[in-house]
T-cell receptor, first 115, second 112 residues
Framework: NAGVTQTPKFQVLKTGQSMTLQCAQD?????MSWYRQDPGMGLRLIHY???????DQGEVPNGYNVSRSTTEDFPLRLLSAAPPQTSVYFC??????????????FGPGTRLTVT | GIQVEQSPPDLILQEGANSTLRCNFS?????LQWFHQNPWGQLINLFY???GTKQNGRLSATTVATERYSLLYISSSQTTDSGVYFC??????????????FGTGTLLAVQP
């Protein structure tokens, strides 16, 4: 199994550009989520999904959209990038539809810079 | 919301030394995980430990859920242990689904 994969690894955007961060997992996990990590801080939850067709907001959802059309993929869209969205983005998955009682597994991260 | 605090925020060790990292949380949680983020940014699961004690090689962890804390022990530290250690608690946030809430981490540097 490849586990949780993310692309791209690095991205530079200009203010106002849009892009999609890709996340895929091959473990048949129901639960997937996106986090951002800023310097000196822990990870903060952006959006999550408990299964295909179901998504919901986390702590810091503004400026981001998600969709979950398949179990494997959970892309994160930035509609109009802004400098405060400069961060490292992690995708995670776990086996169950809620995170309860199961470990979460993280992808390698995408480092995004918005100028 | 729930507060997850880790201490110390920074730690410098000589290779071979032992250390204890602490994670305190302000509300009841369903579960707790410890992660190591290596200098390349990769997050690695160390322990999934809702309660009790677990050991994996030179690392061990203890969670006392009733007293709202968890401890991570590193023995005979090595330079490869360097990085940031996060605890993350599973907490009911808003709706019916539990979420993983991260602490701010302990930055560990092990010197040869």
């Amino acid at each position: 199994n490849a586990g949780v994969t993310q692309t791209p690894k690095f991205q530079v955007l200009k203010t106002g550009q849009s892009m999609t961060l890709q996340c895929a997992q091959d473990m048949n996990h129901e639960y997937m989520s996106w986090y951002r990590q800023d310097p000196g801080m822990g990870l903060r939850l952006i959006h999550y999904s408990v299964g295909a067709g179901i998504t919901d907001q986390g702590e810091v959802p503004n400026g981001y959209n998600v969709s979950r059309s398949t179990t494997e993929d959970f892309p994160l869209r930035l509609l109009s990038a802004a400098p405060p969205q400069t961060s490292v983005y992690f995708c995670a998955s776990s086996p169950e539809g809620t995170v309860s009682s199961y470990e979460q597994y993280f992808g390698p991260g995408t480092r995004l810079t918005v100028t | 919301g729930i507060q997850v605090e880790q201490s110390p925020p920074d730690l410098i060790l000589q290779e071979g030394a032992n250390s204890t990292l602490r994670c305190n949380f302000s509300d009841s949680v369903n579960n707790l995980q410890w992660f190591h983020q290596n200098p390349w940014g990769q997050l690695i699961n160390l322990f999934y430990i809702p309660s009790g004690t677990k050991q994996n090689g030179r690392l061990s962890a203890t969670t006392v859920a009733t007293e709202r804390y968890s401890l991570l022990y590193i023995s005979s530290s090595q330079t490869t242990d360097s990085g940031v250690y996060f605890c993350a608690v599973e907490w009911r946030y808003g709706g019916a689904t539990n979420k993983l809430i991260f602490g701010t981490g302990t930055l560990l540097a092990v010197q040869p």
